[in-house]
T-cell receptor, first 112, second 114 residues
Framework: QKEVEQDPGPLSVPEGAIVSLNCTYS??????FMWYRQYSRKGPELLMY????GNKEDGRFTAQVDKSSKYISLFIRDSQPSDSATYLC????????????FGSGTRLQVQP | GAGVSQSPSNKVTEKGKDVELRCDPI?????LYWYRQSLGQGLEFLIY????????KSGLPSDRFSAERTGGSVSTLTIQRTQQEDSAVYLC????????????FGPGTRLTVT
């Protein structure tokens, strides 16, 4: 079993829709939770990060962490064609290893 | 300001050859990471440098892989005797070290082993 599971998609939605992207994980030591966006043939770029459980909002993006369920989500409101990309969740423990553990990514297509 | 740069952007090599991939991190960033992304897969950690500390090599898949970081800045990832399963995008990221989560990625080097 992978440490982080993420549905690969593709997820296709019409412009303006609310998008929900999710990851589940198995290691309770993870404390930092991040979402990266990766356009085709580009490196990932950090979108959101949260520490421990709770919600964090930034513009059209909301990151949600439920540590009790080991479940993290990214919501995109009023989705735009420019949001079409692969979204990767990434997790990190509080101490020790600083490398991120990534999900395999969900490919999102927003249709105009 | 300038982001993380990587060279070459694409590399095609024959099986058995050695390759070197270069990463120029963001100026002032003390942390540097190498990851590998295979087709349809998430990023796989390879190696991590932090300042003058001994690197964390726990993600290197075999002894054919090695990396060094000179002068706390530029890093080179070397793959010896390349195999077809080494074909992937190799991504470098840098960070300020004290921020556990901030990693800024370069565009990657796409390696194809024929």
């Amino acid at each position: 079993q992978k440490e982080v599971e993420q549905d690969p998609g593709p997820l296709s939605v019409p412009e303006g829709a609310i998008v929900s992207l999710n990851c589940t994980y198995s290691n309770s030591a993870f404390q930092y939770f991040m979402w990266y966006r990766q356009y085709s043939r580009k490196g990932p770029e950090l979108l959101m990060y949260t520490y421990s459980s709770g919600n964090k909002e930034d513009g059209r993006f909301t990151a949600q962490v439920d540590k009790s369920s080991k479940y993290i989500s990214l919501f995109i409101r009023d989705s735009q064609p420019s949001d079409s990309a692969t979204y990767l969740c990434a997790l990190q423990g509080d101490t020790g290893r600083r490398a991120l553990t990534f999900g395999s990514g969900t490919r999102l297509q927003v249709q105009p | 300001g300038a982001g993380v740069s990587q060279s070459p952007s694409n590399k095609v090599t024959e099986k058995g050859k050695d390759v070197e991939l270069r990463c120029d991190p963001i100026s002032g960033h003390t942390a540097l990471y190498w990851y590998r992304q295979s087709l349809g897969q998430g990023l796989e950690f390879l190696i991590y440098f932090q300042g003058n500390s001994a690197p964390d090599k726990s993600g290197l898949p075999s002894d054919r892989f090695s990396a060094e970081r000179t002068g706390g800045s530029v890093s080179t990832l070397t793959i010896q005797r390349t195999q077809q399963e080494d074909s992937a995008v190799y991504l470098c990221a840098s960070g300020r070290g004290q921020s556990l989560y901030e990693q800024y990625f370069g565009p990657g080097t796409r390696l194809t082993v024929t």
